[in-house]
């Protein structure tokens, strides 16, 4: 593919800043001349910080308009300002924060959008037809698996309107603190996930017999009846693997068989329908970040937040750890102060749980985010609540609880992929939105992924993984309102099931892997 020369670029975020982060591939060498007339003194790689004046030993180094850190000595005009240079401030306190103080005019609804979803009894709606197994513990998985290899080998063909079989793998279930109180969040974590939308209300558990979470535990009379008429009476439908009536390891394999054979008749009937894009629920969250992230693909998917909260949809932003040093900002965009009180009781209970184990917010950065240019998770915050855009947040959900509300929720979760995404997931989330920068074939077998490069190099390099590139807002052929609106129309696409995210096409998943504070035995 031909490639333009560019010509050398920096990017700042705002006008106060006093660095800004270069935009050329491949970086920019010593005695580049910038049209601003600012010369580099030193090799800056791409994705770096250029200062952009002399900052004193001791004063703030601002970007987004907020000080990412103090500067540990002399840094003249044009020097590379890496995070050996930087001393990073302090948390905020959770104590005088702005409560509700910015009441932006409300966002002009937007109306006339639609896709193509299966509509549930509990009036949720699903962006794939999946057949799931619950498991109530690890030591099942491995039946579970074989079973769904011949559940998709001798069944799934007959019954084309179902996208998937997936066996709902998990660590959980035994060898726990089952009691401890923490335990609530992997339990219902559990329980949610297995009444996600996209399973259409049928519920089948595997259980071991001896394990600590039993099914009953798990799935307690009345949770099924919320999704699923025919089993009101709160009977489950459990194929328990010591079960006396077993003998041997093909009778359990053939129960799980022929059980999964009626959800997916139930399955196959259900259709697609037209319905409104508030329907959406969509979980966005960032992995694999780097300096760009906070300049194209977030900002992207902020304004694309934006246009979902218009269009009456969920939203849930995440990552507990990235959003923490914003918390001032987040606090003053609640809708109300109850809102704002909740957000602040999530933060103060990660706290805890960080000092917890000895660490603290310190700890969220990567070998690859700094390589990338993020100096530390002040500055990776900054770039990773843009992607809330600039709408109210009406919600917060604790970990592992199901999403009750439209409208921008701030779902608190670690920011760990695998388990962001899996408390998503419980929290109902039907279409997932992920953005990279320095790339992860990121997928989750129960939610379409879809996947936003920060650079237009690794969208060049992942041709086949990357489903948005947002690295033409830093090249200048695209703006973030472009992107955003490109991103809202692939979600109504994918959501229909007229496209494929790259990672549904090549069976991209990762685990499940659930939040546990609680102690293990
Ligand atoms: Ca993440």
């Known amino acids: ?36 007339g600012l010369v580099l003194r030193e090799q800056v790689p791409q994705g770096h910080k ?27 005009a044009g020097s590379w300002v890496h995070e050996r240079l930087l001393k990073m401030p302090d948390a905020r306190a959770l104590d005088n924060l702005p409560i509700a103080t910015v009441k932006p005019e409300p966002l002009p609804p937007l109306e006339g959008y639609t896709f193509e979803g299966f509509r549930n009894r509990d009036g949720s709606v699903g962006t794939r037809n999946i057949m799931a197994i619950t498991q109530t513990v690890q030591c099942v998985a491995g039946v579970t698996s074989f079973a769904v290899q011949r559940i998709k080998a001798e069944l799934l063909p007959r019954f084309p309107n179902v996208d998937d079989v997936v066996a709902l793998e998990h660590g959980y279930g035994c060898g726990v603190a089952i009691d401890a109180p923490d335990a609530v969040i992997p339990i219902r974590t559990l329980r949610n996930i297995s009444l996600n939308p996209n399973f259409g209300g049928e519920v089948m558990v595997v259980s071991l017999g001896c394990e600590k979470l039993q099914p009953e535990r ?55 329908e037209t319905v409104p894009a508030s329907e959406l629920v969509v979980g966005v969250q960032c992995g694999g ?29 995440s990552e507990t750890t990235e959003v923490r040093d914003g918390i001032d900002q987040l606090t ?119 996947k936003v490069a920060t650079r237009s190099d690794l969208a060049r390099r992942w041709h086949d993984l990357m489903d948005i590139n947002a690295g033409t807002i830093a090249d200048g052929s695209a703006s973030i309102e472009e992107v955003g609106w490109q991103l809202f129309r692939l979600m109504l696409d994918v959501a229909s099931g007229r496209k494929k995210t790259w990672s549904e096409q090549w069976k991209l998943h990762n685990a499940l892997v659930l939040f546990n504070p609680a102690p293990v035995t």
């Open 218 to 272: 798990l799935l307690p009379p009345g949770t099924i009846a919320l999704v699923d008429e025919r089993d009101a009476a709160g009977k489950l439908d459990v194929v328990c693997l010591q079960d006396d009536t077993h003998v041997g390891f093909m009778s359990m394999v053939e129960a799980i068989v022929r059980q999964a054979g009626q959800h997916l008749e139930r399955l196959n009937a259900r259709k697609r």
């Open 1 to 36: 593919m031909h490639e333009e020369v560019q010509a050398p670029l920096y990017i700042t975020m705002h006008a106060s800043d006093n660095v800004a982060i270069v935009a050329n591939n491949g970086g920019l060498p010593a005695g580049t001349v910038f049209p601003s």
């Open 289 to 317: 970040s780097d300096a760009f992230s906070g300049v194209t693909a977030n900002p992207a998917v902020g304004f694309c937040t934006d246009l979902l909260v218009r269009a009456g949809a969920s939203v849930m932003f």
């Open 332 to 450: 003053s965009r609640a809708t109300t102060p109850e809102v704002a009180v909740a957000m602040i009781r999530e933060m103060a209970w990660y706290d805890a749980y960080l000092q917890r184990g000895g660490a603290d917010r310190s700890a969220n950065t990567t070998p690859g985010n700094k390589k990338g240019g993020l100096s530390n998770i002040v500055e990776k915050a900054m770039g990773s609540i843009v992607k809330s855009g600039s709408a109210p947040i009406s919600g917060v959900l604790a970990p592992g609880e199901k999403l009750k509300q439209k409208g921008l929720t701030y779902a608190a979760t670690p920011a760990s992929d695998f388990i962001c995404g899996t408390l998503q997931l419980a929290a109902g989330m039907n279409l997932h939105v992920f953005t990279t920068g320095r790339g992860t074939p990121y997928g989750l077998a129960p939610v379409p992924v879809i």
């Open 50 to 76: 250029v200062a952009l004046t002399d900052l004193a030993e001791g004063s703030a180094v601002r970007r987004y308009n907020v000080p990412i850190g103090f500067a540990l000595k002399d840094i003249p």
